[in-house]
T-cell receptor, first 113, second 116 residues
Framework: LAKTTQPISMDSYEGQEVNITCSHN???????ITWYQQFPSQGPRFIIQ???TKVTNEVASLFIPADRKSSTLSLPRVSLSDTAVYYC??????????????FGKGTRLHILP | GAVVSQHPSRVICKSGTSVKIECRSL??????MFWYRQFPKQSLMLMAT?????????EQGVEKDKFLINHASLTLSTLTVTSAHPEDSSFYIC????????????FGPGTRLTVT
């Protein structure tokens, strides 16, 4: 399982774009990159998942360079409600097989008014 | 879709008693469920992997006789904390996986256990 490294914490202001980068130097060929958001006393919530290049959904964008050794979660125009812990996870997915994923320490994002 | 529920959301029990936490996949069949524990300001720690119809696989350092896991059906897994102690007080979260080409875990809302 690929280990991930993220900044421990980040501060930003409402309306700004926030980019959180995750390093995963030993990512394997079959690994996907998934980001989760967690509010206090709640289970993690899926944000976005990607394998390479760029993925965008209604919540965020995920940028993955060609070597896939890092990825960047981009949150456009954040609001106070985006204050949460963000986890970057890397794991294998194969049809019919399940694997476990280990959570890193995550990034505590604090949005200021 | 892909909703996972947990029950109860909060529970307070006395030392020495046992507590059962249920994890259900409401609209899909989960061949595998995971149980995590999370202490305040810390990340999720995987406790065990639960496969339907077979014994759970516990992570190193997790006592299988203390944290009993049963995955009796494709939609239900239970975690029983036996002979609970105050140090077992934590936030317990389950997740479920559906097989497919992309990897995604669906997490439950968590259960706050307080042992007095």
């Amino acid at each position: 399982l690929a280990k991930t490294t993220q900044p421990i914490s980040m501060d930003s202001y409402e309306g700004q774009e926030v980019n959180i980068t995750c390093s995963h130097n030993n990512i394997a060929t079959n690994d996907y990159i998934t980001w989760y958001q967690q509010f206090p006393s709640q289970g993690p919530r899926f944000i976005i998942q990607g394998y390479k290049t760029k993925v965008t959904n209604e919540v965020a964008s995920l940028f993955i360079p060609a070597d896939r050794k890092s990825s960047t979660l981009s949150l456009p125009r954040v609001s106070l409600s985006d204050t949460a812990v963000y986890y970057c996870l890397v794991g294998e997915s194969v049809m019919g097989r399940d694997d476990k994923i280990i959570f890193g320490k995550g990034t505590r994002l604090h949005i200021l008014p | 879709g892909a909703v996972v529920s947990q029950h109860p959301s909060r529970v307070i029990c006395k030392s020495g008693t046992s507590v059962k936490i249920e994890c259900r996949s409401l609209d899909f069949q989960a061949t595998t469920m995971f149980w995590y524990r999370q202490f305040p300001k810390q990340s999720l720690m995987l406790m065990a992997t639960s496969n339907e119809g077979s014994k759970a696989t516990y992570e190193q350092g997790v006592e299988k006789d203390k944290f009993l896991i049963n995955h009796a059906s494709l939609t239900l897994s239970t975690l029983t904390v036996t002979s609970a102690h105050p140090e077992d007080s934590s936030f317990y979260i389950c997740s479920a996986i559906t097989s497919g080409t992309s990897y995604e875990q669906y997490f439950g809302p968590g259960t706050r256990l307080t042992v007095t």
